[in-house]
């Protein structure tokens, strides 16, 4: 079985070695918890350090939002995409009805199928292996229908499984029971990651749970997320 080495430092020896290529991973978690940086470090030390392209879909930030929060941990995404090792794909402003000088981005309204097609195209032009969808809530599907948040994540997941590309898929959470948003996202997903942030000590405390990884053995354990000028590390 083939590993995708996720690039995080520390969490490779937690999942056998790596994320099962051409799975659909869903990583959830509050506000803080550092899922968006989680995304781009699996992207970036995947194009740097493993020579894998990938792409990265946002739905909430601008592009040159996301790129500027990269170079705070000296991710440089604009010499990547040069390289045709990363693409972009603008949605938020899509969704927004706002202009864009992104190349990747739905140019007929915003609906799941048009960002199927888009991330199709994407994936196509430069042979990505890696795809992070940052988040699922911007999908603007209502979150009351869950059978609708299902279907929508099947149909993208089902896509990138064909392509055997092995993709993140970010869940903001409102309550800290909970593992995703609807409630059903993580049934679709092959692997589920949530990150958490706790109160401790007068402080707040960062943490990591991989909850299941169908078809590898992995750690059952709470383990300690830490987020420096480097990026993210997991002990």
Same mark, same amino acid.
């Given at each position: 079985?083939?590993?995708?080495?996720?690039?995080?430092?520390?969490? *490779? *020896?937690? !999942?056998?070695?790596?994320?099962? =290529?051409?799975?659909?991973? $869903? /990583? @959830?978690?509050? @506000?803080?918890?550092?899922?968006? !940086?989680f995304g781009l470090q699996f992207l970036y030390r995947g194009a740097v350090d493993f020579d894998e392209a990938g792409v990265f879909v946002t739905l909430e930030s601008r592009p040159n939002e996301i790129r500027q929060e990269a170079l705070q941990f000296g991710w440089n995404l604009e010499d990547i =995409?040069? =390289?045709k090792k990363l693409i972009i794909i603008d949605a938020s402003s899509s969704k927004a009805g706002l202009p864009?000088? =992104?190349?990747?981005?739905?140019?007929?309204?915003?609906? +799941?199928?048009?960002? #199927?097609e888009e991330i199709y195209r994407?994936?196509? *032009?430069?042979? #990505?292996?890696?795809? !992070?969808?940052?988040?699922? @809530?911007?999908?603007g599907i209502r979150f009351d229908q869950p059978v609708e948040v299902r279907n929508a994540v099947f149909t993208i997941s089902a896509l990138l499984r064909e392509l055997n590309v092995t993709s993140l898929f970010v869940s903001e959470i409102l309550h800290k029971e909970s593992l995703?948003? #609807?409630? !059903?996202?993580?049934?679709?997903?092959?692997?589920?990651? @949530? /990150? *958490? $942030?706790?109160p401790t000590n007068n402080s707040l405390e960062r943490g990591l749970t991989?909850?299941?990884?169908?078809?590898? #053995?992995?750690?059952?354990?709470?383990?300690?997320?830490?987020?420096?000028?480097?990026?993210?590390? +997991?002990?």
């Amino acid at each position: 079985m083939n590993r995708t080495p996720t690039g995080i430092h520390g969490l *490779d *020896d937690l !999942v056998n070695g790596g994320f099962i =290529e051409g799975s659909t991973i $869903l /990583l @959830s978690g509050c @506000s803080g918890s550092g899922k968006t !940086v989680f995304g781009l470090q699996f992207l970036y030390r995947g194009a740097v350090d493993f020579d894998e392209a990938g792409v990265f879909v946002t739905l909430e930030s601008r592009p040159n939002e996301i790129r500027q929060e990269a170079l705070q941990f000296g991710w440089n995404l604009e010499d990547i =995409e040069k =390289e045709k090792k990363l693409i972009i794909i603008d949605a938020s402003s899509s969704k927004a009805g706002l202009p864009t000088s =992104e190349s990747y981005t739905l140019r007929r309204g915003f609906d +799941v199928s048009a960002l #199927a097609e888009e991330i199709y195209r994407a994936i196509h *032009d430069i042979g #990505a292996k890696r795809l !992070v969808i940052d988040s699922l @809530s911007g999908i603007g599907i209502r979150f009351d229908q869950p059978v609708e948040v299902r279907n929508a994540v099947f149909t993208i997941s089902a896509l990138l499984r064909e392509l055997n590309v092995t993709s993140l898929f970010v869940s903001e959470i409102l309550h800290k029971e909970s593992l995703s948003l #609807a409630g !059903v996202e993580q049934y679709t997903a092959q692997c589920l990651i @949530s /990150l *958490d $942030l706790i109160p401790t000590n007068n402080s707040l405390e960062r943490g990591l749970t991989i909850w299941k990884m169908r078809g590898s #053995a992995h750690s059952l354990k709470r383990h300690k997320l830490t987020i420096d000028d480097k990026g993210i590390k +997991v002990s």
